[in-house]
T-cell receptor
Framework: NAGVTQTPKFQVLKTGQSMTLQCAQD?????MYWYRQDPGMGLRLIYY???????DKGEVPNGYNVSRLNKREFSLRLESAAPSQTSVYFC?????????FGSGTQLSVL | AQSVTQLDSHVSVSEGTPVLLRCNYS??????LFWYVQHPNKGLQLLLK??????LVKGINGFEAEFKKSETSFHLTKPSAHMSDAAEYFC??????????????FGQGTTLQVKP
């Protein structure tokens, strides 16, 4: 059972570079999320998608875009990376508000 | 908008003593509330979930939490701490009645240290 798969696991970017974090779930969940985790700040919601074709901003959406390509996939794009976006990123899906998390992406922006 | 505040960033207890991790929430609607745990270098695991069926919720590994609407609190407790309980704990709120179904907001986290 794959669950939630996110790639890559590690990434180093230079300021101004762009990249897309990929996420896919095989549990047929409607809701999917992108969070970032920073020390002392818990997990902060970047964007979420309640269903295929819909997305909504979370607590910290600035500097990010998302795409819900289909029910399985929910990608997060950084158009012009900044050092403030250095963080651990988690993708998640949910059913009955129970979250299932991917293993995380550790992103460093130099 | 809903929010959640974990009142302690760090809690230290001795093995075998009670654990209390405090969480207050703010919500315009009847909230769903959760506690998640994250062990070092591991993913997040759901401990328990409140959805208005009962104010005292029992979770895994001996944890429980009590929903108190008058105090807007959802504190996590365990009668006797084990070394394996050392981890980071997150309180989470969801506004189930606001049209934002599934929008889940995390608190800042509480690190639980268990001393031998």
């Amino acid at each position: 059972n794959a669950g939630v798969t996110q790639t890559p696991k590690f990434q180093v970017l230079k300021t101004g570079q762009s990249m897309t974090l990929q996420c896919a779930q095989d549990m047929n969940h409607n809701s999917m999320y992108w969070y970032r985790q920073d020390p002392g700040m818990g997990l902060r919601l970047i964007y979420y998608s309640a269903s295929e074709g819909t997305t909504d901003k979370g607590e910290v959406p600035n500097g990010y875009n998302v795409s819900r390509l289909n029910k399985r996939e929910f990608s997060l794009r950084l158009e012009s990376a900044a050092p403030s976006q250095t963080s651990v990123y988690f993708c998640a899906s949910s059913v009955n508000e129970k979250l299932f998390f991917g293993s995380g992406t550790q992103l460093s922006v130099l | 908008a809903q929010s959640v505040t974990q009142l302690d960033s760090h809690v230290s207890v001795s093995e075998g003593t009670p654990v209390l991790l405090r969480c207050n929430y703010s919500s315009s609607y009847s909230p769903s509330l959760f506690w998640y745990v994250q062990h070092p270098n591991k993913g997040l695991q759901l401990l328990l979930k409140y959805t208005s069926a009962a104010t005292l919720v029992k979770g895994i590994n001996g944890f429980e939490a009590e929903f108190k609407k008058s105090e807007t609190s959802f504190h996590l407790t365990k009668p006797s701490a084990h070394m394996s309980d050392a981890a980071e704990y997150f309180c989470v709120v969801s506004d189930t009645g606001s049209g934002n179904t599934g929008k889940l907001i995390f608190g800042q986290g509480t690190t639980l240290q268990v001393k031998p």
